[in-house]
């Protein structure tokens, strides 16, 4: 079995080297070719001066070159970055700086409305261009940093000593929203990755006749699960970025797609369409996770695809997954969470560390090889988070390690678990953790607030909408703000609505009572 990312890829292509691998619009690519194109780049990453353990960022949709850096620099010793296609250029030099980043894959245009955020990242030294015409990339002292377009760069590779690897070392890191303002990478081993996989296609039975569709970010776990449980079974993922649900539909249909994952918002958008009689011919697992599924939407989905399995999930960055509902039990427990994914261990436990007992709120906690090895460069958030698990020998000379999630759960008797709330101000929309400090900032420095907050308004199809409540300044416009808000933010996080008050409403410490507003603003978007 493999133990490390690329193994996942290479152990695959020598049991079935021309089943396909990738298909990414009209091109689909074997395991034995993806394999090839893989190692190529690894070769020319050594070449780049890539060291161990470095940090690779890739800033590209899904295509099939996001797939194969991934692996290649899996290969290659170093560790990669995906960062989400969405986030705009100062979100993304804040990953490049705080994970040091020494190489950034990514396109021309893309790379155009970065360079003004680059210039304070010092670590970086060379640029990879997916552009093949060489007319196409920028002179190469354009900037501190050498810029290679694809040719080029692969030109580059020759033979080199593969660096020695183990299963223990950082494969990945990974930026969620922090709850501080500031997004945190979550430092993922070989092993998380692997094991991850191994879980995951597990339970969902996946083998080499499956046709995979991701749609989600590789920069989002979740996303990600998609592509690393395909190569791991010898299963084609499909890589698609739609511009409309329509797009979805499509692409189950023409590539007789058998496995699909997606999140609460995209799934309450293809609930309205009429799916084509075929997809639910082949169409055998359907996946939610990033929040909770409504009743109606699942209802909706279920009745356009009957044949198809839905298994509602549960996780956290931290931790890759941690649970999933059984199909079977959809009826009997629609609002649960279901229980532990294989080779995870879930527990509930009161403050103390002490467990609940049935019905009792507390703390989700997961122990087990899924546990991240903490964020990068931040042991203070890292203690956090990351603390003894409950169950302990004492026997053991160090203590095991698990994620105490944050989240509030109850247990029922047969170990079903009931998702209650998160202890943080952390909204979740669309599937995205996100800060509300780090909307407040941009609010602030509009210069047209007073005060300001960001709350998570329960929202039918998007878990929780973002609202901005402020006291304003005198010159305040709020198309003006709402312009500001899009030149800062990506669209997940921009307000779906803003309120104004003559004062926000304070705790007894002077600071301002999120609970009270959200509280105040509970059925807004309720009909």
Same mark, same amino acid.
């Given at each position: 079995?493999?133990?490390?990312?690329?193994?996942?890829?290479?152990?695959?292509?020598?049991?079935?080297?021309?089943?396909?691998?990738?298909?990414?619009?009209?091109?689909?690519?074997?395991?034995?070719?993806?394999?090839?194109?893989?190692?190529?780049?690894?070769?020319?990453?050594?070449?780049?001066?890539?060291?161990?353990?470095?940090?690779?960022?890739?800033?590209?949709?899904?295509?099939?070159?996001?797939?194969?850096?991934?692996?290649?620099?899996?290969?290659?010793?170093?560790?990669?970055?995906?960062?989400?296609?969405?986030?705009?250029?100062?979100?993304?030099?804040?990953?490049?700086?705080?994970?040091?980043?020494?190489?950034?894959?990514?396109?021309?245009?893309?790379?155009?409305?970065?360079?003004?955020?680059?210039?304070?990242?010092?670590?970086?030294?060379?640029?990879?261009?997916?552009?093949?015409?060489?007319? &196409?990339?920028?002179? @190469?002292?354009?900037? *501190?940093? /050498? +810029?290679?377009?694809?040719?080029? !760069? #692969?030109? $580059?590779?020759?033979?080199?000593?593969?660096?020695?690897?183990?299963?223990?070392?950082?494969?990945?890191?990974?930026?969620?929203?922090?709850?501080?303002?500031?997004?945190?990478?979550?430092?993922?081993?070989?092993?998380?990755?692997?094991?991850?996989?191994?879980?995951?296609?597990?339970?969902?039975?996946?083998?080499?006749?499956?046709?995979?569709?991701?749609?989600?970010?590789?920069?989002?776990?979740?996303?990600?699960?998609?592509?690393?449980?395909?190569?791991?079974?010898?299963?084609?993922?499909?890589?698609?970025?739609?511009?409309?649900?329509?797009?979805?539909?499509?692409?189950?249909?023409?590539?007789?797609?058998?496995?699909?994952?997606?999140?609460?918002?995209?799934? &309450?958008?293809?609930? @309205?369409?009429?799916? *084509?009689? /075929? +997809?639910?011919?082949?169409?055998? !697992? #359907?996946? $939610?996770?990033?929040?909770?599924?409504?009743?109606?939407?699942?209802?909706?989905?279920?009745?356009?695809?009957?044949?198809?399995?839905?298994?509602?999930?549960?996780?956290?960055?931290?931790?890759?997954?941690?649970?999933?509902?059984?199909?079977?039990?959809?009826?009997?427990?629609?609002?649960?969470?279901?229980?532990?994914?294989?080779?995870?261990?879930?527990?509930?436990?009161?403050?103390?560390?002490?467990?609940?007992?049935?019905?009792?709120?507390?703390?989700?906690?997961?122990?087990?090889?899924?546990?991240?090895?903490?964020?990068?460069?931040?042991?203070?958030?890292?203690?956090?988070?990351?603390?003894?698990?409950?169950?302990?020998?004492?026997?053991?000379?160090?203590?095991?390690?698990?994620?105490?999630?944050?989240?509030?759960?109850?247990?029922?008797?047969?170990?079903?678990?009931?998702?209650?709330?998160?202890?943080?101000?952390?909204?979740?929309?669309?599937?995205?953790?996100?800060?509300?400090?780090?909307?407040?900032?941009?609010?602030?420095?509009?210069?047209?607030?007073?005060?300001?907050?960001?709350?998570?308004?329960?929202?039918?199809?998007?878990?929780?909408?973002?609202?901005?409540?402020?006291?304003?300044?005198?010159?305040?416009?709020?198309?003006?703000?709402?312009?500001?808000?899009?030149?800062?933010?990506?669209?997940?996080?921009?307000?779906?609505?803003?309120?104004?008050?003559?004062?926000?409403?304070?705790?007894?410490?002077?600071?301002?009572?999120?609970?009270?507003?959200?509280?105040?603003?509970?059925?807004?978007?309720?009909?």
């Amino acid at each position: 079995m493999p133990t490390l990312l690329h193994h996942l890829l290479f152990k695959t292509a020598q049991h079935v080297p021309l089943r396909p691998a990738i298909a990414y619009k009209k091109t689909t690519v074997c395991y034995q070719q993806l394999a090839q194109q893989v190692q190529q780049q690894a070769a020319a990453l050594i070449a780049s001066h890539l060291k161990p353990q470095q940090r690779v960022a890739i800033f590209l949709p899904k295509q099939l070159e996001t797939v194969s850096s991934m692996l290649a620099i899996s290969l290659a010793g170093g560790v990669f970055v995906p960062i989400n296609p969405v986030l705009k250029a100062p979100q993304v030099a804040y990953i490049f700086n705080d994970c040091n980043v020494h190489i950034l894959i990514t396109s021309k245009s893309r790379l155009q409305n970065l360079a003004p955020d680059l210039e304070n990242c010092p670590d970086l030294h060379t640029v990879v261009l997916v552009d093949h015409d060489t007319t &196409a990339s920028p002179p @190469k002292d354009w900037q *501190s940093y /050498s +810029i290679l377009n694809w040719d080029s !760069y #692969l030109q $580059n590779a020759v033979i080199h000593t593969i660096p020695n690897i183990i299963d223990t070392d950082m494969a990945a890191i990974l930026y969620t929203s922090g709850s501080t303002g500031k997004p945190k990478g979550v430092v993922l081993s070989h092993r998380n990755l692997v094991a991850g996989a191994k879980s995951v296609s597990e339970y969902l039975s996946i083998t080499e006749a499956d046709r995979l569709l991701a749609v989600l970010p590789f920069s989002f776990d979740y996303g990600l699960n998609q592509l690393l449980s395909a190569l791991l079974n010898g299963a084609c993922c499909v890589l698609l970025d739609y511009l409309l649900p329509r797009d979805v539909l499509t692409t189950l249909e023409t590539h007789k797609i058998t496995g699909l994952a997606c999140v609460p918002p995209l799934w &309450a958008q293809l609930a @309205k369409l009429d799916w *084509s009689p /075929s +997809i639910n011919e082949h169409l055998r !697992y #359907l996946t $939610n996770s990033g929040g909770k599924m409504p009743k109606a939407v699942l209802t909706a989905i279920r009745q356009r695809v009957p044949n198809g399995q839905f298994f509602l999930m549960y996780g956290l960055t931290e931790a890759f997954r941690s649970t999933y509902l059984p199909p079977d039990q959809l009826d009997t427990r629609p609002d649960s969470i279901g229980k532990a994914i294989p080779n995870a261990d879930i527990l509930v436990v009161r403050e103390d560390g002490s467990p609940c007992v049935a019905h009792e709120a507390g703390e989700l906690v997961h122990r087990g090889s899924l546990v991240a090895l903490g964020y990068w460069n931040d042991p203070i958030k890292t203690a956090e988070r990351f603390k003894p698990a409950p169950k302990q020998n004492a026997a053991l000379p160090f203590p095991e390690i698990a994620v105490w999630s944050g989240d509030t759960v109850t247990m029922d008797e047969e170990g079903y678990l009931y998702f209650v709330g998160r202890k943080d101000d952390m909204i979740k929309s669309s599937g995205y953790r996100i800060s509300p400090t780090e909307i407040e900032e941009v609010i602030y420095s509009s210069g047209v607030a007073k005060e300001a907050a960001a709350i998570g308004v329960e929202h039918e199809s998007l878990g929780q909408a973002v609202v901005v409540v402020l006291s304003p300044e005198q010159h305040y416009d709020e198309a003006l703000l709402m312009q500001h808000c899009q030149a800062q933010l990506p669209n997940f996080m921009l307000p779906a609505k803003i309120i104004v008050l003559a004062s926000l409403p304070k705790n007894p410490n002077g600071k301002i009572d999120r609970n009270a507003l959200a509280q105040q603003f509970a059925e807004l978007f309720l009909s």
